[in-house]
């Protein structure tokens, strides 16, 4: 099996992405020039001058639309016959020019052209039906503008408009009004029975519209298609629907099999992972804004069909866009990583991926905000006024709002970092990453458990890489029959053991006899250990407690353990002289009217101040007087001796 070095992996990635891009391109660029050869390809027929619209009145708008319907109804004549490019060519700046006449602005932005090619074809049959008023009795340039005279002239017994644009690009010309785009369909289906007054071999041109197909499709094609594919389905043929459904499968299928490609070349370098995983959308969007509209062309959807597939190819345009910015956004920012001064694991880094995340996120709204815009949806023009509207939205993503600014409040707080071993909500596990919505967090079982923002910003967080050494805390109980001295050998014993331990620190030393158990005099040890790794902190530990059973052994005790002693002996009963002494003394208290409850007398607690001796007899501190200051003292504040002196002296002034 052959191995390739890591170095080699990228370049062989880096490679083979610069490929898939440099095809896309090239594949644009040969579709260009070939279709532009292909439609000069006839000279004589291309040649022709085209005359220049006119809307400066409804006359002028009027008669530019009924001498370009008429080269448009001959050319259409002649390219069923003769499906040639330059044809083709002419049907297309004809077809252009007659949509010029017509005011689409109200038409979303993805079904205009389609819409106004059937508004046009509504129009062909509606004029070749109805007798055109003379242009005699249209409004011209002289008879508008001035005062009393309308902004639209309406023709006769129709309901079709032309009308002065008053606002937008197109300001100040007469176009078929937006009400006749919309009214031109409902006239004519009144009219479809009329037959139409040229003598032509079928009786509709937008019935003749929905067969025609491009020039790359053969007549032959055409003809030898089944009755059965030629029903409508969608307002078109059912074989041009069909074949473009199988068009946008091979485009999805296409796109799957690049996607399954880049994962199998993917490998541990995020930015290469990134980058290749770009080859997808990449691969879409030049299918889609290339191979799709040539085919698309070609195949000559009409009605509702062509609204489908040109919404169709909006969504997909529009997704691949928002698909490739996240990438994008994403290799940016790994870019960035992989500076020399940024670890790919640290505080930095995991800070920039939550930036491209939310970069990534606000790019992608906007781009399908305009992508809806296009569809007809008033996206932008709702963001612009939510007003009320807004306190609803905010209400509706209070969670992921809560959410993104917690993964902030983390980020800037710093309560834990990736990689910090903590404890929260009672388990324990090590932060792998905090991203905009949630926080993931590897168990000690190696699980995975994902905690949203919100949720985790609020729980009391214990991170343990904070910690500067790691406690050690036991309590220890050894027998009721060990003595007095015999305790105070483990007690010194034990603070020897641990202060000649190399691996604790001294100061923070406690052992400590804690008090009396059901079956145990128990000691209490507090330490800290040198150390922040846990594997080194459990061998600490392991040796100290070691240290402990050896030293209690060695004191001639054992360690308690729950347990039931039964003597057996005489009982001699209770110590009656010291009984008697107890009861004298109550009693001469009680005469001389000096019994200390409930509690003792001022002179006698004066007197008895400070008098017992700690510490004890024997001791080495004996007789000393600043307990607060001697090494290991453990103040409860922070507070500077001088902080204290200063206190002291306010409160006797």
Partial sequence: MVRVSGNMRHGIHLLFLSAVILAVSTLDLLVQPLNAQALDATPAVTDVAYQPIRTESPRETFESFLRISSELSDTILQYRSDKSIALAKRLGVLSEQALALIDLGQVPAANRSERGNDTLMVLLDIFGRIEAPPLNEVPDVENVGTPGSSTSWRIPTTPLTIELIEEGPRAGEYLFSADTVRSAPRYFRGIE?????????????????????????????????????????LDTPAWKSLLTGLLYAFVFAIGWLVRRLMRILEGTNPLTRVLLRSA??????????????????????????????????TVITYFAFSWLFWLSSRAFFEWLIQSPSIGEKSYDANLLRLVSGIVGIIGIVLILAFGGQELGLPVLSLLAGLGVGGLAVALAIRPTLENLISGFTLYIDKPIRVGDFCTFGGQNGTVENIGIRSTQIRALDRTLISIPNAQFADMQLVNWARCDQMLIQETIGVRYETTPDQLRFVLAKLREMLHRHPRIDSPTIR????????????IGIRVYAKTREWNDFFAIQEDVLLRIYDVVVGAGTSFAFPSQTLYLGRDDGLDKEAQAASEKQVMEWRKKGKLPFPRLPEDQQEALADTLDYPPRGSYEAGGEDFDAAAGA???????????????EEELK
């Fill in 511 to 522: 052992v400590r006899f804690v008090g009396y158990g059901d079956s145990s005099l128990n």
């Fill in 634 to 648: 453990e103040r409860l504040s922070a507070a500077s001796a001088e902080d204290e002196a200063l206190e002291g």
């Fill in 280 to 313: 997808t959308p990449l691969t879409i969007l030049a299918l889609v804004q290339v191979v799709v509209p040539v085919m698309a062309l070609n195949i000559n959807l009409t009605g509702r069909a062509a609204d489908l597939q040109s919404q169709l190819q």
């Fill in 193 to 233: 029975t009329t037959p139409l007054r040229q003598p032509v071999p079928f009786g509709s041109w937008l019935e003749l519209s929905r067969h025609i197909t491009g020039p790359l499709v053969p007549l032959w094609v055409e003809r030898a298609m089944p009755s059965a594919l030629n029903i409508h389905l």
